[in-house]
């Protein structure tokens, strides 16, 4: 059976003449060639940038296997690109670094760019899990001909196992963490440019429609769905009312248990979200209720403002706080005069590092002398969270703010962590201020983190390990289970019964 889904049926929800100027310009920005001359002097700018800058560049590769990277980007780059090859090109070579903050930012590109690439009608019509390497729908404009629990076998001919391995190395996750990469890849609406929408283009040909091969369930015969190739845009739109709530939630399971649900720390998006009140108003009602239980729900969220980590910590705890011994380290402690006239940051300040504000560590880099001076027990909040458990539901998304969140309830065992292995890395990650380096040739954009938050000791190349490790499967997804929740559900259900 062969069921059609027309793109045209989406006309409405972008307009089909901006639709149609949308094509036409990513189309005619697509078509923009790089000679070598441009393309060269972009690559070694990249270069130098990174190993000025960067504090975390050789944590998950050496110098030596950096440098045939580097040098394997000049030799791509000696040959004329069009803008989607030499935007690929960038990223495999960022993704290689195993950076998670290291990448050509689809958010920070400019409007030609982000037009060329991430804003045309290369799209699936659907969300999608991926479960051992499967496929899963959750969600599809055309419910009828893809129900949920529906997997996909293959697009245009090509096994899901066999995209899915090329798509990976150009993923951005910490070091080895694989589990981080695949959840990035899954279809879900959560990011403004989702990793499979930008990358399944560079790599494979899309035209006005997918054909996809598909099965029900696992006793059912695969068949043929021809679904149009759409804008992000209108996916999102189309599926929003059944998609994901992105905003934090205080709900209550049952009169003893609090359940707080954050999808994001990224504040700054809704500047008349108040979040400190947010979190005061929360506690405060959970004191009010009495619950003996606290579900902290952040399965979903990646990062965004590091306050927030601080701030839920010390509601968290009804004892001073001390953090997880790590260094913040620097590559430098001064911006090269030759970078500068290509950097770009929110906090202008950035660009004018001074290096009285700096000593230099012993073992390479630098420590910013305030920072370190920072480092001081948190105070718990008066109505912090006093209950008998707080139960952390954590996952592969969990790579970067959430992760450090994670990391310190797990060491001062303050929570049990349920959930699946988290993203982010025990080595260390980097990120909390960062450079946006604009490559003068080419126009795109890569983000530079600047401080490396590195362990004291030698860690393992791995994200967390739950307390209680939960397995997905697909059966359980097409029935619809929570499975962080429902075990969550059970081992309430046994403490209660035991007290």
């Known amino acids: 059976m062969r069921f059609t889904l027309s793109l045209f049926s989406f006309r409405s929800a972008v307009g089909g003449v901006a639709l149609g100027l949308l094509t036409t310009v990513g189309a005619a920005a697509q078509a923009t060639r790089f000679t070598a001359a441009q393309l060269q002097p972009d690559a070694r700018m990249l270069r130098a940038a990174l190993e000025q800058l960067h504090p975390g560049l050789y944590r998950h590769v050496d110098s030596v296997d950096a440098n045939k990277r580097f040098m394997a980007l000049e030799d791509q780059w000696a040959q004329p690109q069009t803008l989607p090859h030499a935007y690929r090109d960038l990223t495999l070579l960022l993704a290689g670094l195993r950076d998670a903050h290291t990448y050509a930012n689809p958010l920070n590109q400019n409007k030609a760019v982000r037009g060329a690439l991430f804003e045309r009608p290369t799209c699936l019509p659907l969300h999608f899990r991926i479960i051992d390497k499967r496929m899963i729908v959750t969600a599809a404009v055309d419910s009828g001909a893809l129900p949920r629990g529906t997997e996909i076998l293959s697009i245009d001919d090509r096994p899901v196992a066999v995209i899915l391995d090329s798509l990976l190395p150009a993923v951005r996750a910490d070091g080895a963490n694989d589990g981080n990469r695949l959840d990035r890849l899954e279809l879900t609406d959560d990011e403004p440019v989702e990793s499979f929408d930008a990358l399944y283009p560079l790599f494979f040909s899309v035209g006005r429609s997918f054909a996809l091969t598909v099965k029900a369930s696992d006793k059912a015969a695969p068949r043929t769905v021809v679904v149009g190739a ?15 709530d992105h905003h934090w939630r205080l709900t209550f399971p049952d009169r003893r248990t609090a359940r707080l649900t954050l999808p994001d720390f990224v504040t700054w998006r809704d500047p008349k979200f108040d979040w400190k009140k947010w979190l005061a108003e929360s506690f405060a009602t959970i004191q009010s209720k009495g619950a003996d239980a606290l579900i902290l729900d952040v399965r979903r969220c990646e990062g965004g403002n590091d306050e927030v980590v601080t701030e839920l910590l010390r509601y968290l705890t009804t004892q001073p706080l001390t953090r997880v011994p790590q260094r913040q380290l620097w590559r430098t402690d001064h911006v090269p005069d030759n970078l500068l006239p290509f950097l770009d940051s929110w906090d202008p300040a950035l660009k004018k590092l001074n290096p009285a504000d700096f000593r230099h560590a012993t073992d390479g880099g630098y420590e910013r002398i305030a920072e370190r001076a920072a480092r001081v027990p948190l105070k718990p909040h008066p109505t912090a969270f006093s209950g008998k458990h707080i139960y952390a539901l954590c996952g ?11 990391q310190e309830l797990q060491a001062a065992r303050l929570a049990t962590l349920v959930g699946r292995p988290t993203g982010g890395n025990r080595r260390g990650t980097s990120g909390g201020k960062f450079f946006l380096l604009r490559l003068p040739n080419t126009g795109l954009e890569v983000d530079v983190p600047l401080i490396s938050y590195a362990p004291l000791r030698a860690q393992p ?5 739950p307390d209680d490790v939960v397995e997905h499967t697909v059966e359980g997804l097409r029935a619809g289970i929570d499975p962080e929740m429902a075990r969550v559900s059970e081992l309430l259900r046994d403490e209660r019964t035991e007290r």
């Open 396 to 406: 592969p998304r969990n790579s970067s703010a959430s992760f450090q969140l994670l």
């Open 461 to 465: 190349d791995e994200g967390l390990e």
């Open 230 to 244: 759409v804008p992000a845009v209108a996916r999102k739109s189309a599926l929003a009312r059944r998609g994901a």
